[in-house]
């Protein structure tokens, strides 16, 4: 059997490769590490070096993070570690990296595993929250942009692989770490302050002749979080005047805390050198929550003066809503494992594998209003009524410079605890319990219009991963092949969303009530920032808790709500084996694998058809509060891939490799399309409701009706991958390396929508030919006699109007096909090559460049045209600085939307600094020190903002975060 080593790097690589993989058969370790002496380099030197050894001895084309020991590494979570490594894109989540995108994709389109094992998150869909795992608990991560047959978790964007730690193969240890947490930014909201701190404590130990070894990790988190969020509804269509204005306003402060507690426990049984067993737990428990203060409202404009965007003017009739929103979201993530070895002789080993993961989540966020007045109660003819507001517009959006008669929302005696728009249309169902002899100032009576002065929202996740993995990996006699990895995998997924609300109304109803003072805080909400004075702060959640507020459930009163609740489940048999070579051709030496997955799937859903009855209940036709059996539904799909692989690397140098790749990988569809779930909406405006009935007229100025689906039956995203690489490796944390890459995708999830989707809302032909018009609510009685907007359709006062029998249906469809080409640039320079007098002195830096394209011409979600990295070191004697940024170009992505949906979102770019000092004790000649490592780390250093654009890049959305410093101080007693 030909066993020749081609790789040459330095002993310490050697060594730290040894130690690091576990695919290589007892006996071959043994041998190795007995040949080896093993050189100890901590910091971030180290963590190059241990990294650049994996991507050396690897086949596939990876980059790696790994610490030195338990607990070492240098971020707060693993996300901000993985958002540097080169090809890597991170984005934040309410400030924090917490979606990681390789090469465009996002998380949701690359595989993550814990150990090997598939990994299930905490959100809405499949992508993992890189950020709720604490660096503390971790020893490295693997990042496989290349795949081989026997990697079981994949994506056509790559695969993640998370990793603890191993104690038989570990230092032993015991380490304790503090942090504490500063954000440069002092919270806007007087019941929240700008300081945390993070505890952690780690240990392995080994008993019994180092044939039991455990590791456990302990870690706690409380960590702030206070954010400005500019905001409009959205913008309107130029007016007459050529100038555009928001249709509404969302401009607020937002201070939360994000406790967590994560316990990881790995016990190992290796009694002989035959037999192998580990035990895996990891248990991960959070608690999101804070506040949103700040107006929503919709806006109307005067003496207006200026172009386009480019404009100032008066806001008029400003009836603002003050929003006192609290926010709660709490989830649990369970883990658990068995990984057993068992070398059968010199040449075959079996190995099984158990994994069961479990994970829930509540997203809840209420909403309590509070103004001027209810609505209706202010005489709508008299502007001194209501409050002025003078503003100027760019492309950054909208900025106040002064306001008069809003002077009330600064004392909390002047407002009430009501809701001052007519925001309660969707209590028309219940419009009798709203009914009143109590008239409003224009002499109507108030109605269910008036009645919502608050919204409690929420949406239950649960997710279930149960996996079995059986493994046969043999020795070959033979002169090119020389092993053989075989088995089957088998997964069941289980996956729910529960979207709850309840709209709720105040006991005051008709009338109002002041804030009643024990609800109220000593201080005031700033949002000077954005030109709208202080506001009253008050306690969001005390009118829900000494039921102040009666409920009404939004999932009987809302189709939308209730069609986005579903459960999908999959089950997935993976049969796959793979072959490694190594042999010469022309004295260059070759090596790699080749191999074939066979996927079986069986995949099914479970939802609701939203759809409004006759007596205006969603799917309760005999009022009973409880969903009718004829809106369940349900459908699925069974279907197979072969998905072959093959990895090449040749040896064209001393240290110098060409990589090739090519294999077929696949992401399945996100859970959200994979529902079985639909709804009809209706649009009350009636400009749309006065549309002609015919398609041209409603493809003309569009219509009220719409019609909404999952489909449980898509297929998975798939790609066909090449890759190509070229690799020089000239010291032990020293490389340059040029990737150039293509995806031919095969398959995307589309959205259809559109002229080519009408369908007919009277007869249905998608649900059977159901009709969903309901005489008095979807049609309105025209009030003047003339012509009707926007199709200019003469009425008489007092006619019928109906609305058009089509509308649009938009649901989820495979067959989108693109292409993603690309170019990745990576070097790790240690500037001692250059001279002596700059050894510890180095940077690390990375570029990449794609060009996607896809047939409808909508962008890949979660992908930048070019993104850099770069991090500068110093790091000699104990003493360490490091300065880390990372640039990325704008980029299309999701997020949670009106009604807990997901909808998409652009992104501008951004351009991110950390930055860390810190100093090692190991060399002092002082004992009690010698375990002693201290830091100052900062992030965000150059206070970047988060910014939600338009489809003409004027701002919708503004988030600013502020840079965050931690001071950290770890203690390793042994």
């Known amino acids: 059997m030909k066993n020749t080593h081609f790789f040459k790097p330095a002993l310490l690589s050697i060594a730290v490769s040894t130690a690091m993989y576990s695919n290589v058969s007892l006996a071959q370790e043994t041998t190795q590490a007995e040949d080896v002496e093993v050189i100890s380099v901590s910091g971030i030197r180290g963590s190059l070096i241990r990294a650049q050894a994996v991507k050396m001895e690897n086949t596939s084309i990876v980059e790696a993070i790994s610490a030195e020991d338990i607990g070492k590494l240098p971020d707060s979570s693993i996300a901000e570690s993985l958002a540097r490594l080169p090809g890597m894109s991170g984005e934040r989540v309410g400030g924090r990296t917490s979606g990681i995108s390789i090469r465009g994709f996002k998380e949701d389109f690359t595989g993550t595993s814990l150990n090997g094992r598939e990994l299930i998150g905490i959100g809405d869909n499949r992508g993992v929250e890189y950020d709720l795992y604490p660096s503390e608990i971790m020893t490295g991560a693997t990042v496989y942009k290349t795949t081989d047959a026997a990697l079981m978790v994949q994506g056509i964007g790559g695969t993640v692989d998370l990793q603890t730690v191993r104690p038989l193969q570990a230092q032993e240890t015991l380490t304790v770490n503090g942090v504490y947490e500063l954000a440069g930014r002092e ?96 248990d991960i428990s959070f608690s999101d929550s804070g506040i949103i203060r700040g107006f929503v409202e919709p806006f109307e404009a005067t003496n207006v003066t200026g172009t386009g965007f480019n404009t100032t003017g008066t806001q008029i009739n400003a009836n603002s809503v003050l929003i006192n929103n609290p926010k709660q979201k709490d989830g649990d993530l369970s883990v658990y494992g068995l990984n057993v070895e068992y070398h059968v002789n010199d040449n075959w080993s079996v190995k099984l594998d158990v994994a069961r993961s479990e994970s829930t989540k509540r997203d809840l966020q209420g909403e309590s209003y509070s103004g001027l007045a209810r609505n209706g109660a202010l005489d709508a003819t008299d502007p001194s009524q209501f409050g002025t507001r003078e503003f100027e517009m760019s492309q950054d959006g909208i900025y106040f410079t002064g306001s008069t008669g809003l002077e009330a929302f600064s004392d909390p005696s002047a407002l009430q605890l009501t809701g001052p728009q007519a925001w309660g249309g969707g209590l028309k169902n219940l419009a009798d319990n709203f009914a009143t002899t109590e008239l409003m100032a224009n002499g109507d009576p108030y109605s269910y219009v008036q009645a919502q002065d608050g919204f409690l929202n929420y949406a239950d996740f649960e997710e279930e991963l149960t996996t079995y993995k059986f493994e046969v990996v043999g020795l070959l006699d033979g002169d090119i092949f020389h092993t053989v990895t075989a088995g089957i995998n088998y997964s069941d997924r289980y996956k729910s969303k529960d979207n709850k609300g309840f709209f709720v109304t105040a006991s005051s109803y008709p009338f109002s009530d002041a804030i009643p003072s024990q609800y109220v805080y000593n201080g005031l909400a700033d949002l000077t920032w954005a030109g709208l004075g202080e506001v009253v702060a008050y306690d969001g959640f005390a009118p829900y808790n000494d039921g102040e507020y009666q409920y009404n459930d939004a999932g009987l009163l809302e189709p939308d709500r209730l069609g986005d609740t579903y459960v999908v489940e999959e089950e997935v048999t993976t049969i796959y084996a793979k072959v490694d070579f190594n042999t010469e051709i022309a004295d260059f030496p070759i090596m790699g694998n080749v191999g074939l997955q066979y996927v079986q799937t069986d995949q099914s859903s479970t939802g609701y058809n939203g759809i409004v009855g006759a007596n205006f209940a969603v799917c309760d036709d005999d009022n009973d509060q409880q969903v009718d059996e004829s809106c369940v539904v349900s459908g699925g799909d069974e279907y197979s891939h072969v998905l072959p692989s093959l990895n090449v690397s040749v040896e064209v140098g001393e240290n110098q490799f060409v990589r090739f790749a090519a294999n077929k990988a696949i992401s399945r569809a996100r859970i959200d399309q994979m529902k079985a779930s639909s709804f009809v909406k209706f649009d009350q405006n009636i400009t749309l409701i006065a549309i002609p009935n015919t398609v041209e007229a409603v493809n003309d100025f569009g219509s009220p009706w719409s019609k909404f689906a999952g489909n449980p039956e898509l297929r998975p995203l798939e790609s066909n991958n090449f890759d190509l690489s070229f690799e020089h490796y000239f010291e032990d944390e020293g490389y340059l390396s040029a990737v150039l890459f293509y995806k031919d995708l095969v398959n995307l999830t589309q959205e259809s929508s559109g002229d080519s989707s009408l369908i007919n809302f009277r007869n249905d032909e998608t649900n059977d030919g159901a009709d969903y018009y309901i005489p008095g609510f979807h049609d309105r009685l025209a009030v003047f006699t003339g012509e009707h907007d926007p199709a200019g359709v003469f009425y008489n006062e007092g006619d019928l109007i109906t609305p058009p029998d089509y509308g649009t249906y938009s649901f989820f469809e495979d067959g989108l096909k693109g292409e993603v080409k690309g170019i990745e640039l990576t070097g790790n320079v240690p500037f001692n090559i250059f001279s002596d007098s700059l050894d510890g002195f180095g940077v690390a830096a990375s570029a990449i460049f794609i060009d996607a394209e896809l047939d409808d011409g909508s962008p890949l979600v979660g992908q930048s045209d070019r993104t850099f990295s770069l991090t500068a070191y110093y790091a000699m004697d104990g003493f360490e600085i490091r300065v880390a940024g990372t640039d990325r170009s704008d980029y299309s992505t999701y997020q949670r939307g009106g009604s807990n949906k997901i909808e998409t979102a652009q992104r501008n770019g951004v351009t991110l600094v950390d930055a860390q000092i810190s100093y090692d004790f190991e060399d002092s000649d002082i004992d009690y020190l010698k375990g002693l490592r201290v830091s100052l780390q900062g992030t965000n250093l150059t206070d970047v903002d988060e910014e939600t654009v338009d489809t003409n890049g004027i701002v919708t959305a503004r988030r600013q975060f502020g840079p965050s410093y931690m001071v950290n101080v770890n203690y390793a007693f042994y």
């Open 187 to 282: 919270s806007d909201n007087p019941e929240f302050d700008n300081t945390g701190h993070r505890l952690s404590l780690s240990f392995v130990e080994k008993f019994a002749d180092d044939t039991i070894g455990l590791a456990v990790a302990l870690a706690t988190t409380e960590s702030p979080n206070n954010q400005r969020k500019f905001g409009v509804w959205g913008y309107n269509p130029p007016n007459e005047d050529g100038h555009i204005l928001p249709s509404g306003l969302d401009t607020n402060v937002q201070s939360q805390v994000l406790d967590r507690d994560t316990v990881s426990a790995v016990l190992q049984f290796q009694p002989n050198d035959s037999l192998n067993i580990i035990i895996d737990a990891l």
